[in-house]
């Protein structure tokens, strides 16, 4: 997977495609649209300003029955992309009797994420100079007074280090720890200078070597979150709104950090931590990230169906204006609005919106007008039949099968199917499928359960054994299920 995880941006709309089809089978249109879409993104950045600001994304709605892809399509574009993305579900806005979390939330949402990204990027870069840092205030740690830096300037705060706060506070625990008494840490007063800098490079090849680290001693943890955000003022919700009190409160009591013994192995994890959070810039993160999400952003929209108002089954008026609400109430971010986040005032212009629901009990048609002319481009995702179910089942990077195997791995079982018994249970899918309900592909996971029941039951029995799954096992196992309507209605 990691291939091509990040230059998305370079990537040309047929590989995107060849990416998707690691993991989904079929559905080629559907694809091929989110790949335009994605591409004619990147295209539009390499225009001149006045041109791009011109050109909105083309918004896409999938429409397809229950479980053929599409949430799988949008899930894997996430994971592809370099892109910011977020998926919600259109029904957390509409909750009965209570005024949904408000939609702009989806935006602040997707600027957190931005914001992450921004951040861990910055933060792969400077790893190797954090790693330094770190091994350096390990050894202060080990051997407070031994940093040759702090013995010239006579321990005055040194501009160099990180966090001049942490050279006060921290200190090696003077108790030697039992059964590793080999070494006995220097008092803190006074002989500090005799620790001279031979003992630091022999700690430091220890240190290398992964000698010490079970080592205990004390550091500074500050609690996370760090400074309160101000987000109430920026427009934020109550959960917002909630979690700047929390912040505000753990601010008042304690100062926010505390200190610890841990392991040096610990210790290197929190180090790490707190200097990559030091090295990164957070306004620039928070720039970068803001154009990123500006630019590139992509918001996934699940269940858009179940926001229209379907005029067959009217369900209760109250419940309908709300849903209208929640539609109306989405417009102006898919149309481009203005909205605050914690890291500053996101334009959603050119956010790419991809909404999809299996619309079967409502239509397209049946959202408010001007929502439906925000999404131009539609694609339908077909039905799978039994050759589909076939290649899902083999075929995928995580596919059923595969994942079954690996899961039996782990207790020493070996699972083989035949392919004769894939297309049994392919065609047992299928045939549930059409006669009872139609899950999609979900059939496949109620069938590899009910199939591998005993097997995954009894696992401790078979250690060390091949277990061969054949058509004829899959017949032993299910038909006498699926021949049974009513059986097969709870089972299956
Ligand atoms: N075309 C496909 N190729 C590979 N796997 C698929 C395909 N369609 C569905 N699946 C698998 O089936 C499961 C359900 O798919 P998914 O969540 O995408 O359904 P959906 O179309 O979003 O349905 P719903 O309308 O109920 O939300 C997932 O585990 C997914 O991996
Ligand atoms: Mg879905």
Known sequence: MSENEKGLE??????????????????????????????????????????????????????????????????????LCGAPFLKVEATKYTEVGYVGRDVESMIRDLMSVGYKMVKSEMQEQLKADAEKKVEEKLLDLLLPGSNPKDRKTDKKPDSASFDSSHDAESAVSDKPIPGNGFFMVPPSTGTEKTVDNSTREKFRTMLREGKLEER?????????????????????????????????????????????????????????????????????????????????????????????????????????????????????????????????????????????GAFSVSKPSDLIAELQGRFPLRVELTSLNADDFELILKEPKNSLIKQYVSLMETEDVKLEFTEDAIKRMSFIAYDVNSRIENIGARRLHTIMETLLEDISFEADEHKGETIKIDAAYVDQKLTGIFQNQDISRYIL
């Open 10 to 79: 370079e990537l040309t709309p047929k590989q995107i495609v060849q990416q998707l089809d690691h993991y989904i089978i079929g559905q080629e249109k559907a694809k091929k649209a989110v790949a335009i879409a994605l591409r004619n993104r990147t295209r539009r950045l390499k225009l001149p300003e006045e041109i791009r600001d011109e050109i909105a994304p083309k918004n896409i709605l999938m429409i397809g029955p229950t479980g053929v892809g599409k949430t799988e399509i949008a899930r894997r574009l996430a994971k």
């Open 216 to 356: 205990e001693v004390e550091v500074t943890v500050s609690r996370r979150g760090g400074t309160p955000t101000m987000e109430i003022f920026a427009g934020g919700s109550i959960e917002d709104l909630e979690s700047t009190m929390q912040n505000l409160a753990s601010m008042m009591n304690g100062s926010g950090s505390k200190r610890r013994m841990v392991t040096i192995a610990e210790a290197r994890k929190i180090l790490t931590e707190e200097i990559l959070d030091s090295m990164v810039d957070m306004d620039k993160v928070a720039d970068i990230a803001k154009h990123r999400v500006e630019q590139m952003g992509i918001i996934f929209i699940d269940e858009i169906d179940k926001i229209a108002n379907s005029s067959s089954s009217s369900g209760g008026g109250g419940q309908d204006v709300s849903r209208e609400g929640v539609q109306r109430d989405i417009l102006p971010i898919i149309e481009g609005s203005s909205v605050n986040t914690k890291f500053g005032v996101i334009d959603t212009t050119h956010i790419l919106f991809i909404a999809s």
